[in-house]
């Protein structure tokens, strides 16, 4: 099959949310810290009557409405999260719930985990079967979601939650450009889950951060090596900079750290650069000359200088991508296709046309992937490109929609979180009506664990 890509894509985040002011004050940290330093808004969280079970199934229920694909059509389902409420059964299964009435039980795929990768490594896999002999020539899904919940404190503010659901097949108006993924995986304990009885992820926030920049900076050269030699073997012969990415898009955990990524880009570019193109390309940065990445993780002076020089470069082609992020917080393994979707609905069909876009997904511990989708040149009324931008166009109305609580409230949700985690032999209190028409919930969890769920 020629394209393999995203056909369609669909999002899920919770009706309810803090405004970040909010939690600042209740935080009793300075004004400004989660707004301006982080870079966020507001964050999305879920009550009790969430989890990410009723999540998945929302969110593939809606794809499934919307694009109005038969059942038996879908052939591959993976679901890529690190919200483990059961260590043996994937969330996979709980989705064939709705798949029974059509009888299809014949579909690959189970769940992937590893931090916030989850969903990348769901999307490869789903490409991966598609381009091989396994391929049965139907659709691939690919479900990836989280609830990111901290213990409170400092990382509490970055927090989020939602899902993304993406159908996956030939031909897509989104193609995953072939050969070009840039991978890096070490082993880190910069993040991860140790305590089984507990939601809260145990985490070292700054080594975090420089396990990112590592990760990125290793991919983006794995990558560049990749497509240069592409590039060579067609005849071109020219290093690959930023600006043969028309948009960049970054798993994001808060929006500032972004903004830091593609100036960080941008000094990759700059140190590849041989000494006239570093003095006529990028001017007043003379200083940074000769440095090494890995020495530069907390160089102050030069991610000040590159975030002002990559500016414009941020603005034209990530900052679109960050809507959601910034009112909505870290979603996890769907952080990245959140991103997609921010992109896709603020830009017009024809602005994406032939584009290039970067994206960069990252989970913790660690794995990491640098690739490239190609947006199809047909961006007419009714091609799947425009199709595909007026299916999202609806998103910061969405958000706009959704209830503001208080940040009491909030906290005193994570403690009914922390109350109900493992508990057995429960129904869920809370009012249905707070959820968007359309969300599945949890309704019960019997005495041996069996978790059952209604749809609003
Ligand atoms: N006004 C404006 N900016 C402020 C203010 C203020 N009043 N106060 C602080 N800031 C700035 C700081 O200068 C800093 O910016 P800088 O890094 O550009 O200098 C920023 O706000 C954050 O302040 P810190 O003191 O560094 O924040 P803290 O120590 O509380 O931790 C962190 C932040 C590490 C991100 C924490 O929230 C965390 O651990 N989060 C979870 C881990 C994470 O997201 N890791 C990233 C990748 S992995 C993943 O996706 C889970």
Redesign the pocket.
């Known amino acids: 099959p020629k394209d393999v890509g995203i056909l369609a894509l669909e999002v899920y985040f919770p009706a309810q949310y803090v405004d970040q002011t909010d939690l600042e004050k209740y935080d009793k940290?300075?004004?400004?810290?989660y707004t301006?330093?982080?870079g966020q808004t507001q964050m999305g969280f879920c009550s009790v009557q969430e989890d990410i079970n009723s999540l998945c199934l929302t969110v593939v229920q809606r794809l499934m409405e919307r694009t109005q694909i038969p059942w038996d059509s879908v052939g591959h389902l993976e679901v890529g999260t690190e919200t483990i409420i059961d260590k043996s059964k994937s969330v996979k299964t709980v989705l064939m719930e709705l798949f029974q009435d059509s009888g299809n039980t014949d579909i690959e795929g189970i769940g992937t985990t590893n931090?916030?990768y989850g969903g990348t490594a769901s999307l490869f896999n789903a490409a991966n079967w598609m381009e091989s002999s396994s391929w049965d020539g139907r659709y691939a899904m690919v479900v990836c979601g989280d609830i990111?919940v901290?213990a409170s404190g400092?990382?509490r503010?970055?927090g989020g939650a939602g899902a993304v659901a993406m159908l996956v097949g030939p031909e897509a108006p989104l193609a995953l450009e072939r050969g070009l993924r840039g991978t890096h995986m070490e082993n880190v304990y910069?993040?991860y889950k140790p305590e089984l009885a507990s939601e809260y992820?145990v985490?070292d926030?700054?080594l975090?951060?420089q396990?990112?920049f590592r990760a990125l900076d290793r991919c983006y050269a794995f990558y560049r090596q990749k497509i240069q030699n592409q590039w060579k073997q067609a005849g071109i012969n020219q290093p690959f900079t930023l600006e043969d990415f028309q948009f960049m898009i970054f798993?994001t955990?808060?929006c500032?750290?972004v903004q830091?990524s593609l100036a960080r880009l941008m000094f990759n570019d700059f140190l590849s650069a041989n000494s006239d193109t570093q003095t006529s390309h990028y001017k007043e940065l003379e200083a940074f000359r000769g440095l090494k990445p890995e020495d530069t993780y907390s160089n102050?002076d030069m991610?000040a200088a590159f975030e002002k020089a990559s500016l414009d470069m941020f603005n034209k082609k990530t900052k679109a991508s960050l809507y959601l992020s910034t009112h909505n917080g870290?979603m996890?393994t769907s952080?990245l296709y959140g991103c997609l979707a921010s992109l896709l609905a603020h830009h017009s069909a024809q602005d994406l046309a032939g584009s290039r876009i970067g994206a960069f997904s990252?989970g913790?511990g660690m794995a990491a992937s640098l690739f490239s989708l190609r947006a199809s040149k047909d961006a007419s009324p009714g091609s799947l490109l425009e199709k595909l931008v007026s299916s999202v166009a609806d998103l910061p109305n969405r958000l706009a929609s959704r209830k503001r609580m208080s940040a009491e409230e909030f906290a005193e949700v994570m403690d009914q979180r922390e109350q109900f985690y493992c508990k057995v032999n429960f129904s869920p209190s809370g009012d249905t009506n707070s959820l968007f028409p359309g969300t599945w919930y949890l309704e019960r969890v019997d005495e041996m664990y069996r978790r059952k769920y209604a749809r609003r």
């Open positions: 940290v300075k004004a400004g810290k301006v330093g982080l931090a916030c990111a901290y400092s990382a503010s970055t910069d993040f992820p985490v926030g700054k975090s951060i396990c990112y798993h955990p808060f500032k750290l830091k102050k991610e870290n996890y952080s990252y913790s």
